[in-house]
């Protein structure tokens, strides 16, 4: 696992150029097409830095308690993760939009950092089991399905995409100060509520202050 948080300033600022990146106006709560940063074109940036070719998004027909996706990677000709690699991501259908966008763009970063084939789902067989563990009342896809360290950083990763520092730094006067609440910004951002509060921590702020270095600037 070799990822580190550069490359989500570099998939940040390839977002910024194509789309523009502008944080949510406190007290709105934006439609979908308002979202500041939507998870269905982000692929296109995390297929052009991956291991993977293409990227595929299905919902399936299962009731999951919560987060829950997984990737199926096809292989290509020459061995796993070669020219002509596909990975389809699945999430259960009855997930809200905060689960599903953060879910969706966790599999896809497991499609940068899971460099092993044991790592990623490639059989039926696995396919069969990961949908039975869409119901199951858990965060984390863990029994069989090594290795649970890059869930973590996956999770880092998506954190920092979909409500990046610079977002976060945008409203934390009006968060310090009781102005603006959790609950509103995992509205505005569309992202689970904890992760809000995650990324307020000041020393995960430090902490990733320090390992992103140069912020971009925001529209």
Same mark, same amino acid.
């Given at each position: 696992?070799?990822?580190?948080?550069?490359?989500?300033?570099?998939?940040?600022?390839?977002?910024?150029?194509?789309?523009?990146?502008?944080?949510?106006?406190?007290?709105?709560?934006?439609?979908?097409?308002?979202?500041?940063?939507?998870?269905?074109?982000?692929?296109?940036?995390?297929?052009?830095?991956?291991?993977?070719?293409?990227?595929?998004?299905?919902?399936?027909?299962?009731?999951?308690?919560?987060?829950?996706?997984?990737?199926?990677?096809?292989?290509?000709?020459?061995?796993?993760?070669?020219?002509?690699?596909?990975?389809?991501?699945?999430?259960?259908?009855?997930?809200?939009?905060?689960?599903?966008?953060?879910?969706?763009?966790?599999?896809?970063?497991?499609?940068?950092?899971?460099?092993?084939?044991?790592?990623?789902?490639?059989?039926?067989? +696995?396919?069969?089991? !990961?949908?039975?563990?869409?119901?199951?009342?858990?965060?984390? /896809?863990?029994? =069989? %399905?090594? @290795?649970?360290?890059?869930?973590?950083?996956?999770?880092?990763?998506?954190?920092?995409?979909?409500?990046?520092?610079?977002?976060?730094?945008?409203?934390?006067?009006?968060?310090?100060?009781?102005?603006? +609440?959790?609950?509103? !910004?995992?509205?505005?951002?569309?992202?689970?509520?904890?992760? /809000?509060?995650? =990324? %307020?921590? @000041?020393?995960?702020?430090?902490?990733?202050?320090?390992?992103?270095?140069?912020?971009?600037?925001?529209?």
């Amino acid at each position: 696992m070799s990822v580190s948080l550069e490359i989500v300033g570099s998939i940040l600022s390839d977002y910024k150029r194509d789309h523009g990146l502008r944080p949510a106006a406190p007290g709105h709560i934006p439609a979908n097409d308002e979202i500041p940063i939507k998870t269905r074109l982000l692929h296109p940036y995390v297929e052009q830095r991956g291991i993977v070719d293409q990227i595929n998004i299905f919902e399936v027909d299962v009731i999951g308690h919560h987060i829950i996706a997984q990737v199926q990677t096809y292989f290509g000709a020459i061995g796993a993760y070669s020219n002509g690699d596909i990975a389809n991501i699945y999430y259960a259908q009855n997930q809200n939009l905060c689960w599903r966008r953060f879910a969706v763009c966790k599999e896809m970063y497991h499609c940068m950092i899971d460099r092993l084939p044991n790592s990623r789902v490639n059989t039926l067989a +696995s396919l069969s089991s !990961l949908l039975s563990h869409l119901a199951v009342d858990t965060t984390s /896809v863990t029994g =069989g %399905f090594p @290795p649970f360290t890059s869930e973590k950083a996956a999770e880092l990763y998506s954190l920092e995409t979909l409500f990046p520092l610079e977002f976060r730094l945008r409203h934390e006067a009006d968060y310090r100060s009781g102005q603006v +609440s959790d609950t509103d !910004l995992a509205t505005m951002y569309r992202i689970p509520l904890q992760y /809000v509060q995650i =990324g %307020f921590d @000041p020393n995960y702020m430090q902490a990733i202050r320090m390992l992103r270095g140069r912020l971009l600037q925001l529209d």
